[in-house]
Each structure stands twice: as structure tokens, then as C-alpha cells.
């Protein structure tokens, strides 16, 4: 668990909520089918794979088991989430190809030109400084390495509309979200080609119902049980939130995609 001087953002109650709703080990949204979406024309077979906030673990074991990946290391801020990540690999027999780190928010305890893959779902979001990142990203890879990822972004100012504050203080998660410009700009400028984005938005206008269904009637009682009725009205109350804020334009989940440029010779 993790200790008072670093309060944890994901703590198991919160955790029990997110898989209540997007599955085992998922704690964003969409589960494997998403994971399919975001890999859907690349393979990754065979491939060192690093899943930078690696959260549960489910997607470094669905890399490895179903893409074929020849390792993962998955990162983390959470002590607590590395330890339940590496239970569930251990599970899963793949010890031996996935391994989980903890790090400290900032520059990746990872060499130079050491991976072929980096890949994130849904973390970018809490760190504050992206073009950093990205750059990191772009030093671990090896030439025509591929980043693909994740992350929740932002409309333009006209879509932060009051329901969409309504729905970021309301959450109280460090969220610091760029928008789809910008990012593009930011990928390309830490020296990624090829880059590209998919807005999601429209996708998760449809999937926030089934998250609104997984918080009403028999499913309700049922997660009361778990988290307790004040957690499952916290829950309740955020998507009822999110929902505005996605459909005002403003949470715009969306995939990119960047290589590392080959060397030239
Ligand atoms: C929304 S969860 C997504 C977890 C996982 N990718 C998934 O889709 O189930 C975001 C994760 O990012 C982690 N995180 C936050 N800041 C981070 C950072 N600077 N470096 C690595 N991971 C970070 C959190 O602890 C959390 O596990």
C-alpha cells in the first residue's frame, strides 16, 4: 500500500470502482477490445515492450499472452499497483517475460535505444510536463521504434464548458490535459514522424453507457456491497459528470501513434 507522504491517487476502493466497470485489471476505459482498437494494422511480436503507467497489470499479461510480445516492463508510480501487477503476471506464468517496475514521476530509469516498443494507456494525462515525456519516450526506442498510446486530451476552450468543470473538480484527480493539437505538436517536436491521432470521442459517447448501466439498478446494489454506498454514489455522480463532459467536446480520449526515426547512414 502506498504511505501517507505519498498519498495514492488509485487506492483499492477506487480500483474496485474502475474494474466494476471497464473489467479485471482495467483501470481505464474500453478493456481489450480498446487495446485492439489502438494496435488494430501493427504487431508487436516479439517486440521489448515498455507500458509506461502500467496500472493492474491486465495489459502487460493481454500484450504478451495475445500480441505475441517477446517482453514487458511496466511502470508505474503506485507501489501498491506494481505489487498486484506482478501477482498477476506471476498468475499468468509469464513472470519470465513481464516484470514490473516502480518509478518516480520524471525521466525513465531506462537506457538509451533499449526498446522496440514504448506503450501507454491512459496515464500521460497526470503528468504535467508532456514534451518531456515524449522525448523520453523517444530516447529509449531503438531506430524505427513505435510509440503507441493512449491518452485522455482536451477540447478547445469553447468546450470547457460548466458541466465540464463541473466534472474535473468534481473528480479531483491531478488531471493535466492537452489538447489534440498540441500533443500532435508535442509528439512531432520530441522528434517523432509519422504521427498521428484518433479522437475517441465520439466512440466513448457510446461506452459511457454502458459505465452509466454498470452504476444503476441490481449492478448498483451490487457495487454498494463492494465500495460501500457513499463510494458507489461518488461513482455514480462521476460519470454522471463525465458524460456531460464528453458530450460538450471536452474529454476526448484519443490514440496516437509516432516512430522513431531510422538512423541514417
Ligand atoms: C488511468 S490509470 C491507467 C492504468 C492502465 N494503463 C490501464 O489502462 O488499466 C493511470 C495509471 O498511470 C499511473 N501514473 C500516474 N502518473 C504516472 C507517471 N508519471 N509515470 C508512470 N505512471 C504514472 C497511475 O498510477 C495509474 O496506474
Given at each position: 500500500m502506498s504511505t501517507p507522504e505519498t498519498?495514492?491517487?488509485?487506492?483499492d476502493q477506487f480500483n474496485t470502482a474502475l474494474q466494476w466497470m471497464?473489467?479485471?485489471?482495467?483501470?481505464?476505459?474500453?478493456g481489450p477490445e480498446e487495446i485492439a482498437e489502438m494496435l488494430k494494422g501493427l504487431s508487436i511480436k516479439g517486440a521489448d515492450v515498455v507500458d509506461i503507467?502500467?496500472?493492474?497489470?491486465a495489459i502487460a499479461v493481454l500484450l504478451t499472452e495475445?500480441?505475441?510480445?517477446g517482453s514487458v516492463i511496466g511502470i508505474d508510480v503506485e507501489a501498491h499497483l506494481i505489487e498486484q501487477s506482478t501477482a498477476r503476471a506471476v498468475a499468468a506464468g509469464l513472470d519470465d517475460r513481464i516484470r514490473f517496475q516502480l518509478v518516480e514521476p520524471g525521466p525513465l530509469p531506462l537506457e538509451n535505444d533499449s526498446l522496440d516498443v514504448v506503450f501507454s494507456k491512459?496515464?500521460?494525462?497526470?503528468?504535467?510536463d508532456k514534451v518531456a515525456f515524449y522525448r523520453e519516450a523517444l530516447r529509449v526506442l531503438r531506430p524505427g521504434g513505435l510509440m503507441v498510446g493512449s491518452d485522455w486530451l482536451r477540447g478547445d476552450e469553447?468546450?470547457?464548458?460548466a458541466n465540464a468543470q463541473n466534472w474535473l473538480d468534481f473528480v479531483h484527480l491531478d488531471f493535466k490535459m492537452m489538447n489534440l493539437e498540441d500533443t500532435h505538436a508535442s509528439i512531432s517536436s520530441a522528434g517523432f514522424k509519422d504521427v498521428s491521432l484518433r479522437d475517441r470521442n465520439s466512440w466513448y459517447q457510446q461506452e459511457i453507457q454502458k459505465e452509466i448501466g454498470a452504476l444503476e439498478g441490481e449492478n448498483l446494489t451490487k457495487l454498494k456491497s463492494l465500495i460501500g454506498e457513499k463510494g458507489a454514489a461518488y461513482r455514480q455522480e462521476s460519470s454522471r459528470l463525465k458524460k456531460c463532459a464528453i458530450d460538450d467536446g471536452f474529454l476526448r480520449p484519443t490514440h496516437f501513434l509516432g516512430f522513431k526515426p531510422e538512423v541514417e547512414i
Open positions: 498519498a495514492s491517487q488509485y487506492t471497464w473489467g479485471d485489471g482495467y483501470l481505464a476505459p474500453g503507467g502500467c496500472g493492474l497489470g495475445q500480441y505475441e510480445a491512459d496515464a500521460i494525462v497526470h503528468m504535467p469553447t468546450t470547457l464548458t
